[in-house]
């Protein structure tokens, strides 16, 4: 019994320094992209980021998010992404959780205090591709007309696993939107939305 009690102890001991090492990879990566963030932040596995020079991103006290297959396990696992362009603008506020999200900014999103986003969630303010064929279809690329607006989730909102936000979405304060809906217009304060488009289920 002694020697399984010092197996464990060590294990313990094993995970603990995984988990140190894995704050420090993150906080490094936080410095590199220059985020404005706060030394409290918890993070399970290490996210991947895309920020370019120009952007701007900040993020509040108390963040935690999970990365990763082994970090909270409800499928589709996948680490998050920061991808943020030049001149974009991402503010995530305090005591915000996210799991195996995909943050995409061009232009702004902002992510207010004590908000919940479910594993395998993406948050979109901008359509990526133009919407005329001739500039999606050139060779590079024509991406000057591309389409793209703020993202606004409000304190205390719940987003739901898989689910997508599309760009110029505003998500209202306590509101809670079900799993695997997509988001393509504003949801008020208190209120529940579900389906493909999301639709409104009923207040809180």
Known sequence: MIIFIYIYKIINKIFFYIRQTQWIVVFLKFKLNQFNFSSDFKS??????GVNLGAKVS??????????????????QQPCFFVVRKDGVLSIGNNVGISATAIVCWEKIEI???????????????????LDYKE????????????TSPVFIQDNAFIGANCTILKGVTIGKNSIVGACSVVTKNIPNNEIWAGNPAKFIKKI
């Open 136 to 147: 999606r279809t050139a060779r590079p690329e024509i991406q000057d007309n591309v389409k």
């Open 59 to 76: 993020i509040g006290r108390k963040f935690k998010m999970n990365n990763g297959l082994l970090n909270n396990m409800i499928g589709r």
């Open 112 to 130: 207010c205090d004590n908000v919940r986003i479910g594993g395998g969630t993406v948050i979109y303010d901008t359509d990526h591709h133009s």
């Open 44 to 49: 399970s596995g290490i996210p991947i980021m």
